[in-house]
């Protein structure tokens, strides 16, 4: 007859056991967050192919004018009305911001759609008419400095493929951004961005930043030697800069 034993784990086979399997689980989790990191950013910057895409249709329609930044107040009134929100969702297939304020389902980090950046943190904003939230936002520097409504055309820019037009936006209330203020580093040390050509890419928060801009600590040079406002060839269009918020040389008057 043949005796069944059952074999119990000893001290030392347990201190060896727990520990490697707390590490596989730590491993795992790893993995797996960095899986959905990744799947996140691939969404975030699908949306700024299909916000690529809505711009360039807009020129098309405009003699080449890209649409106005727009204000950080009521969506649906005063300058807003032709703010970038509400003339390019159209093009696209998607209601203008107003549309959706007003039905009470405004965008928000919670909300899948081509407006929300699903690596955005803000789960608590309750945006409103007069407060919304945006997590996307367009380069406030395609007109002229202290003049919002002397726009740039799309055929003055110098370097269509890495001339910045949109961004991501730190789910504020401000629909605009520059190489300073309201820039994100949301996806591995960098943003997605829509370029003046209307491709969308990923950029180092170090290739787009200025100074001033402590988003992941100073900006490091040469950028960070570069005030946000110059855009003279000793500024934006500096030979060490690559990526540019400035659509052309001088393209703001009074900086250099």
Known sequence: MKHSSKHAFT?????????????????????????????????????????????MLYANDWNDYYPYDGQPFYVCGGANTSAWFNVVPPYIGQKPLCDLYTAGTP???LTKSVW???????????????NPCFMYAMNLQWHVEGNTRARFRRNQMT???????????????????????DTTTRHSGGSNF??????????????????????????PA?????????????GDWKSTVHYHWWPFINANVSSD
């Open 11 to 55: 001290l030392t086979e347990l201190l060896v056991v727990v520990p490697v399997a707390a590490l596989l689980t730590t491993m795992l989790f790893a993995v797996s967050n960095d899986a959905k990191q990744q799947l996140q950013a691939a969404a975030c910057l699908n949306n700024m192919r299909q916000w690529g895409l809505g711009f």
């Open 194 to 219: 829509v370029m003046g050509d209307g491709h969308a890419e990923w950029v180092a928060w170090t290739n787009f930043c200025r100074s001033g801009n402590t988003a992941m600590g100073p900006c």
């Open 159 to 181: 370097s269509p493929t890495n001339t910045i037009l949109f961004c991501e936006e730190p789910e504020d209330n401000y629909p605009d951004t520059c190489g300073l203020y």
């Open 116 to 130: 929300s950046c699903p690596s955005s943190t803000n789960t608590t904003a309750q945006p409103t008419l007069s």
């Open 222 to 234: 040469p950028l960070g030697q570069i005030q946000w406002n110059q855009s003279g060839i000793n």
């Open 107 to 109: 965008p928000t980090p």
